[in-house]
């Protein structure tokens, strides 16, 4: 039976009840549960364990009991959304070490707003002016060492601001000029720059120069929600639907707080502004909060060791299959967990692609990679998750040795 039709049969009930078990109705529990709304049933759309990570194309991550549970209380009521912004920014803010904070749409739109909020101050006119910078009185330019200029500094261009890249301080120096709106640092890149945080906030210090940071994916630990405020940086953007698993479309802007306040005028729920797109209602505002909430009373060692323990399940299901070989690969700053390699030898096990394998079985599973080896992560399995994993690619390399 079709969904619908069960729930038309539901409303039947008392009706067919009073009228005798015609025995052609499912009994009331058993419709209920066959009722149920089952969204990818509906849309014939394939589900899967995902044994790879919180990618934005694999929808995320999961979110938890509690911030679904703040989600729907959250939808039975009217609030005016700025005081919503108000109240939950502070106690994000507190939270966080910082002056003020704000709920945005993910971690591209932190970027973007802290830059708009940058660049046009509490001037509504310049609010209304980005990204039409030119002849408007204000900054255009960002500076940021070249090995920052990923992909995602795109949310600052949007604003209109032309991006400088240096590669020594000496470059930096020479960089600055009147025309330098904002000084952008990428935490997960630092290593590749010249300039580390300190001195690249001495350096804007010294030429009075706000600061942002981008770390959207870089937790765990924990300890870095903090850490760049106590540093020293004016904005620092991350992610709410990664690691820390608020609602995928949600991130937050923390930082000094005249510019939160500037960052707010180019956001909803004011319009004719450049983040009128970029809309976070009152539900996923909440959802973030009780994410982050969550997210940093978790015993962070004790979590760090069950995706461990978990890795080591799945490693200890593979390692006596002949010709297979596992090594953990080093901790990254971005996506910092716990990761698997497992890679076979072709003369030995006769496997084109095992990623696909695994995606086409049952149940479905996602890993990285897929020719020659895979790349397997534990923080976005559900517990009883990992001993399936462990044994459909047990399953799979065994039933494929030559
Ligand atoms: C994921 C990511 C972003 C974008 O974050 P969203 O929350 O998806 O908008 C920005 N910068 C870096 C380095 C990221 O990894």
Redesign the pocket.
Known sequence: MKRREILKTLTMLPLAGAMGNSGSLLNPAEAAQQAKLDVFKEFGLRTFINASGYF?SLSGSLMHDETMDAIREASKHFCRLDDVQDKVGARIAELLHAESAMVT???????MLGMAGVLSGTDPKKVARIPDLEGSGMKSEVILQKAHN?G?AH?LRNCGVKLITVETSEELEKAISEKTAMMYF?N?QASLGGIQHNEWLELAKKYQIPTMI????DLPPKENLWKFHDLGFDLV?V????FMRGPQS??ILSGRKDLISAARLNAPPRGSNIGRGMKVNKEEIFGLYFALERFINTDQDKEWKMLEDRIALIERSVTSIPGVKTEMLPLPA??RVPTLKISWDKAKVRLENLAVNLRNGNPSIEVMGGAGSINVTTHMLKPDEVKVVAERIRAELSGALI
Do not use: E, H, V
């Open positions: 934005t749409a993910g971690a591209f739109s932190a970027l990923d995602y949310a990428i997960y981008d770390m959207a994916a953007c992610s709410g639907g990664k949600t991130g971005i996506n």
